[in-house]
């Protein structure tokens, strides 16, 4: 979070300064990702560039303060994501699983590792999502925006299309879960 610099910051990149865009989408860059990784985890990179891309085309229009700020950047992302659900149900895709792997350095046959995935494993980030995966999609999609997004219940609520208390069941239990899930790892408080 930004915090008390947010409307600074935002009126700045709002007029053309690339180093407050910058700053906007360092903050919200990383959540994006990991939310995407868990609603849309086949097209999560995709979805986070087209998000990035309606964002930069509405910023100038955008009005609120930080927290309405990460409404609006998930709730684009989730957007793109019923957007590309709907188009991958029309046009099915044949996986391209067989294909070489595009990392593979040519010279020297050793994998050139991405950067953000390297910087991700170190903190254990994979694992953690790993486990949000298994929740059931609504319980893992509220999770992650309340707890990754930094989204209070009313916003996912208005976000999701459902009641404030359906938003807090779902994360109870979500979190409650998760608790089951990380028992049956051996993980403990």
């Known amino acids: 979070m930004i915090g008390d610099d947010f409307a600074a910051i935002l009126k700045a990149a709002q007029q053309g300064d ?18 995407l990784r868990v609603v849309a985890p086949g097209w999560y990179e ?10 930069v085309r509405g910023l100038a229009r955008f009005r609120g303060d930080e927290q309405n700020w990460r409404a609006w950047l998930f709730t684009t992302a989730r957007r793109r994501v019923v957007d590309q659900t709907r188009h991958q149900a029309r046009r099915p895709a044949t996986s391209l699983d067989a ?29 953690a999502i790993a486990v949000v995966s298994r929740l059931p999609p609504l319980q893992a999609e509220v999770i992650m925006l309340r707890v990754v997004a930094g989204l209070d219940t009313e ?15 779902a994360s109870h239990r979500g979190l409650q879960r998760l608790e089951d899930l990380l028992t049956e790892k051996g993980v403990t408080r």
Do not use: K
């Open 18 to 35: 690339e180093a407050a865009f910058s700053r906007l989408w360092h903050d919200g860059h990383p959540a994006l990702l990991r939310y």
């Open 99 to 127: 294909l070489p792997d595009p990392t593979l350095a040519e010279a020297t046959g050793t994998l050139v590792p991405d950067t953000a995935d390297v910087a991700l494993e170190n903190i254990d980030t994979r694992a």
């Open 46 to 55: 995709d979805i986070a560039a087209e998000t990035w891309i309606q964002v």
């Open 155 to 169: 916003r996912v609520a208005r976000l999701l299309g459902r009641s404030p208390g359906a938003i807090r069941i």
